[in-house]
C-alpha cells in the first residue's frame, strides 16, 4: 500500500490562491475549502489511494516561537483565509480523513512523525508526503518515503532533493540554517547563498563538522573566507536555526496504521457541510461513502 501524508495547510493556502472565490449560505468567505475538497477528492480517484491522513496548523504558533523570537506568525495571512482554517479541518473529516491539529507542534511534524513511524511497516510500500515544502526533504528516504508537488505533478525521492537543493536529506535541515528560510522566519548566516552552502555540505554534512578554517576545507566554493568568518561568529544562532528547520519525530499519533485506511466520506456530515458552503455538486465527485 502507499499511504498519503496531506500538509492540509499549505494545500488551504494553494487553494486560496487558486480556487475561484466564493461565499457560504450565511456570507462567509469559502472558496478555498469548496476548491480544497475537489482536489483531495481529486487525489483520492487520480491515485487510488487506501490510506490517508492530513495535519493541520490548527494553531499558527508553535513551540518553534518560544525559541526564536523571528519564527513565523500568523502575521500576515489574509483574514479571509485565516477565518476558513476551522471550515478545513471539518471538510477533512467529513471526506473521511484522519486528521491531525497541530498546537504546540506544526502541521509538518505531524507528517515527519508519520513517515518516521510507518516508512519501514511491512505494509507500507511507499509514504507520499503530499508537500513540496524545503522542510519536507529532510523525511525522504530513498523511494520509500517521497515527496509529491501536487501543483507540479512532480515526485521527488533521494535523487530528486539533491538534484533540487544539492544536498542529501539528512543535510536539509543545515542547509535551512545556514541560506535561511524567509517562509518560516530563519534568517540564515549572512552570505551563505544556496549555491555555496550546498557545496560544503555536499561534503560535510552537518555544520559542526565544517572546519573552522577555510584553508582545511576540501571543497572549493566562492568567498570561503569570508564564508567561514560569518559562520564562525555565528555558530551558536546557526545551530538555533537548524533546530528550528528539524522537524520532530515525537509527535503523539494515537492511530494504528489501520485507522488510516480511508473506508469513505461521512455521507451525513459532508452533506450537511457542502449545503452550508453552498457546493452541493462536490457529493457527485466521492466515489466511496463510509457505512453509517
Known amino acids: ?18 480556487a475561484p472565490s466564493a461565499q457560504s449560505s450565511n456570507g462567509q468567505e469559502v472558496g478555498a475549502v469548496r476548491g480544497w475538497m475537489r482536489s483531495l477528492l481529486a487525489l483520492l480517484r487520480e491515485e487510488k489511494v487506501t490510506h490517508i491522513a492530513a495535519a493541520f496548523d490548527h494553531e499558527v504558533e508553535s513551540f518553534r516561537n518560544q525559541l526564536f523570537d523571528g519564527y513565523k506568525t500568523g502575521d500576515g495571512i489574509e483574514p479571509e483565509l485565516f477565518a476558513q482554517f476551522p471550515l478545513v479541518e471539518r471538510a477533512a473529516h467529513a471526506l473521511g480523513f484522519t486528521i491531525w491539529p497541530m498546537t504546540d507542534f506544526e502541521a509538518d511534524d505531524a507528517l515527519a512523525t508519520a513517515a518516521a513511524e510507518w516508512w519501514d511497516h511491512p505494509e507500507v510500500d511507499q509514504v507520499v508526503i503530499c508537500s ?25 525521492n533521494d535523487a530528486g532533493v539533491v538534484e533540487k537543493f544539492g544536498v542529501l536529506p539528512e543535510s536539509i535541515p543545515d ?49 570561503k573566507a569570508s564564508l567561514a ?62 457505512p453509517e
Not at 3 to 16: A, C, M, P, W
Request: neutral net charge; charged residues 30%.
Open 229 to 290: 568568518e560569518n559562520l564562525n561568529a555565528m555558530r551558536a544562532e546557526a545551530e538555533l536555526y537548524r533546530t528550528l528547520a528539524t522537524l520532530r519525530l515525537d509527535v503523539p499519533l494515537p492511530e494504528t496504521l489501520d485507522e488510516l485506511q480511508w473506508r469513505g466520506a461521512r455521507r451525513t456530515e459532508l452533506r450537511d457541510l457542502t449545503a452550508e458552503l453552498g457546493d452541493v455538486g462536490i457529493l457527485e465527485r466521492v466515489s466511496e461513502w463510509m
Open 132 to 156: 513540496p515544502d524545503k522542510d519536507m526533504g529532510q523525511c525522504v528516504r530513498g523511494d520509500k518515503v517521497v515527496m509529491l508537488d501536487r501543483r507540479k505533478k512532480k515526485w521527488i
Open 1 to 18: 500500500m502507499k499511504l498519503f501524508l496531506i500538509d492540509g495547510t499549505y494545500e488551504l493556502f494553494r487553494s486560496y490562491y487558486g
Open 175 to 223: 542547509w535551512l540554517a545556514l541560506v535561511g528560510d524567509a517562509a518560516d522566519g530563519i534568517p540564515g548566516i549572512p552570505r551563505w547563498g544556496a549555491k555555496g552552502a550546498a557545496a560544503v555540505l555536499s561534503r560535510y554534512l552537518h555544520i559542526e563538522d565544517i572546519p573552522r578554517d577555510p584553508v582545511s576545507w576540501k571543497v572549493d566554493v566562492r568567498g
